[in-house]
């Protein structure tokens, strides 16, 4: 069982997007997956078409009044689960604050499902808190999207600095597996400078950053406008729209995600670095390496200039 968390602290960059449509996509690759709705607005939720009747348990619950896991499941389909959140939700960290063992409740209450899944996939709310630390404890892997604008690196630090925190209290096997980006505008300079940035970072690091071993997908989802209609019809864009570049890219990251090698264990880890690999992970995709190298275009063109608008949405959004 592969639990993987959806984190970013930045709002809007696409993890609701992502979690929904990669945990649809998995389950359409014939995997057993449960996705757990950790943000109060419930927008994964809702991009289910799941509405939470009165009396029913959500995730608030099982964080708050030890529900089971069980009892706040609901199916979607054959192979996808869904654990609902509610608006409750925003009180439970404050609700939550004097109580024992508080950052892994949710560890616990999932871990008599993992022997029955294949995925767990956790959509975390836009901030670092202890639903964020929550969803951490009880994952093994961090999967971050990015939006590539001029500010996507900016809080980056905080948020990889919470990921090795949890590491080191609470889950020794956690670590980022992965850096998706998302709302893609292909053949912009700025989107090559990114990449390249975000490449180089990894490079950077060490065998005991919990980043070191991420892969930077070579699957990109493109902006698509189908991407954002789809979850007002509570559909997946393989039920809105399964011709559209947005179900191209994601069944595509499923893909990836599927054929992803482990790490080695850290020891190991470190051994490999000493043995002179210490320029790059070895997971790290070929295509993905020659972006972060590529230059100009063959025939000595400069790259496209850069087309975001300063006023552009993403611009804005962040
Ligand atoms: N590839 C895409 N192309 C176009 N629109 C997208 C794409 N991905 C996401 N969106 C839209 O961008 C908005 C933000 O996406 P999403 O809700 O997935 O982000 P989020 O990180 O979960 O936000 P929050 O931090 O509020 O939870 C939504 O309206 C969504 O429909
Ligand atoms: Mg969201």
């Not at 063992?101 to 959509?123: G, S």
């Not at 000493?274 to 190298?293: H, S």
């Not at 850069?306 to 006023?311: I, N, V």
């Amino acid at each position: 069982m592969r639990s993987i968390a959806i984190l970013n602290q930045k709002g809007g960059v696409g993890k609701t997007t992502s979690a929904v449509n990669i945990a649809a996509a998995l389950a359409r690759a014939d995997r057993r997956v449960l996705l757990i709705d950790l943000d109060p607005q419930a927008h994964a939720s809702m991009h289910l078409g799941y509405e939470l009747n009165d009396g029913e348990a959500s995730v608030y619950d099982v964080l708050v009044s030890g529900a089971s896991a069980l009892e706040a499941l609901r199916q979607i389909d054959d192979r996808l689960m869904l654990m609902p959140s509610h608006l409750d939700l925003v009180a439970a960290e404050l609700e939550l604050s004097g109580k024992d063992e508080r950052e892994t409740i949710l560890a616990r209450a999932v871990q008599p499902l993992y022997d029955e899944l294949d995925f767990c996939i956790l959509d975390c709310p836009p901030s670092l808190g202890l639903l964020a630390i929550n969803a951490l404890a009880a994952s093994r892997e961090v999967l971050i999207p990015l939006q590539p604008h001029f500010l996507a690196l900016q809080g980056l630090g905080k948020l990889l600095q919470t990921v090795s925190l949890v590491r080191g209290a609470l889950s020794e096997h956690l670590r980022v597996s992965g850096i998706l980006f998302t709302m893609f505008e292909t053949g912009t300079r700025l989107a090559q400078e990114v990449t390249r940035d975000v490449q180089q970072f990894i490079r950077d690091s060490s065998p005991e950053d919990a980043w070191h071993w991420a892969r930077v997908f070579e699957t990109h989802i493109r902006r698509n406008i189908k991407l954002a209609e789809c979850p007002s019809f509570g559909q997946t864009i393989f039920d809105y729209a399964p011709g559209s570049n947005g179900a191209e890219d994601y069944m595509a990251l499923a893909g990836e995600i599927l054929a992803m090698i482990e790490p080695p264990p850290l020891p190991l880890a470190m051994a490999i670095a000493q043995l002179g690999m210490p320029d790059g992970p070895p997971p790290l995709p070929p295509v993905a390496e020659a972006l972060a190298t590529s230059e100009p275009e063959a025939d000595g063109t400069p790259p496209e200039p850069e087309s975001t608008p300063p006023d552009s949405p993403e611009v804005m959004a962040s």
